[in-house]
């Protein structure tokens, strides 16, 4: 079993930045992939971005998302971090960390990020 654990969220206002943190410990093994996962209310959750464990990355650069969200993994801590700068009202949602790999596919309990206008 994989446990996640997100932090980081929280209320800005438009234009600010927030640092989100996804912590895995359990059964961790080599050969994994991390990430985050966004989900508004009343809508599907989406990709925002992963990383391998070999630091290969996939992002969304849908025009809602892109040059403003980034990926990055501290794989000695089994960490990942998602830097958002320049937000708007559109990014609110819970944000979600996943964990997949040998061990199966897991998913945090979500942080919430609001953004007001």
């Known amino acids: 079993q994989v446990q996640l654990v997100e932090s980081g969220g929280g209320l800005v206002h438009a234009g600010g930045s927030l640092r989100l943190s996804c912590a895995a410990s359990g059964s961790i093994f080599s050969g994994n992939t991390m990430g985050w996962y966004r989900q508004a209310p009343g809508k599907q959750r989406q990709l925002v971005a992963v990383i391998t464990s070999g630091g290969s990355i996939t992002t969304n650069y849908a025009d809602s998302m892109k040059g403003r969200f980034t990926i990055s993994r501290a794989n000695a801590k089994d960490t990942v971090y998602l830097q958002m700068n320049s937000l708007k009202p559109e990014d609110t949602a819970v944000y979600y960390c996943?964990?997949?790999?040998?061990?199966?596919?897991?998913w945090g309990q979500g942080t919430q990020v609001t953004v007001s206008s």
């Open positions: 996943r964990w997949t790999g040998g061990r199966g596919d897991y």
